[in-house]
């Protein structure tokens, strides 16, 4: 599981995007990004002219970092998607989308993926009906996730955070049936379906050299 222990309102400030890494208050006027639309560091706002190989890291980066995955894991996704058949950009999209962590902050279980990730490892979730407490395991068509029913001290914690993202609007391949705290995978999510700005035609193209 990929960590980071710098501040990581500044990598959205890096990309110049809202990762949405903070939850609800990526949604606020405390956003960094919403004050300081430039890059950190001195010479954050000094206009900088990026080519070729620098937009494609970016794009790449920008990727890794809205999943919170590690170099290593990043290149690995990519690797089993260039081995599926179809649009290499578009397959590894879908398999991002389909991680356990994302699934999780995308029907409002979890604030964030960061925050999904932590309750998963600690095994407050169920897939199928096992526990799950590998975050980065993807979830398939008509899987079921589920909160684990003895997840000792935090049933009052979960059944906030549910309450406090009732109103999230959950993307259509996902059914959510927060009286039960369940959802269901209805179908494996298409590009429309993924709402983070990049290119992923970069990303292969970088993959590809």
Request: proline residues 3%.
């Amino acid at each position: 599981m990929a960590s980071n222990r710098k501040s990581i309102c500044r990598l959205c400030r890096v990309e110049k995007t809202k990762l949405f890494l903070k939850g609800h208050k990526c949604s606020t006027d405390k956003c960094p990004l919403e004050r300081k639309a430039y890059p950190p560091g001195e010479h954050g706002r000094a206009r900088r002219r990026i080519l070729g190989y620098g937009i494609q890291l970016r794009e790449k980066q920008k990727l890794k970092r809205y999943y919170g995955m590690s170099e290593k894991q990043f290149k690995l996704f990519f690797m089993r998607a260039e081995r599926k058949r179809g649009v290499t950009g578009e397959i590894l999209l879908s398999m991002l989308e389909r991680r356990l962590d994302n699934v999780v902050a995308l029907i409002g279980f979890a604030h964030s993926r960061a925050h999904a990730r932590q309750l998963i490892v600690h095994g407050h979730f169920r897939k199928n009906g096992k526990k799950a407490t590998i975050p980065s395991m993807l979830v398939e068509k008509n899987d079921i996730i589920s909160v684990h029913e003895k997840a000792e001290g935090k049933h009052e914690e979960l059944n906030a955070i549910i309450e406090l993202h009732k109103n999230k609007e959950v993307p259509a391949w996902l059914n959510v049936n927060r009286e039960e705290r369940t959802a269901t995978v209805a179908s494996f999510p298409k590009r429309e379906d993924i709402s983070i700005p990049v290119e992923e035609r970069l990303v292969v193209e970088l993959y590809s050299k």
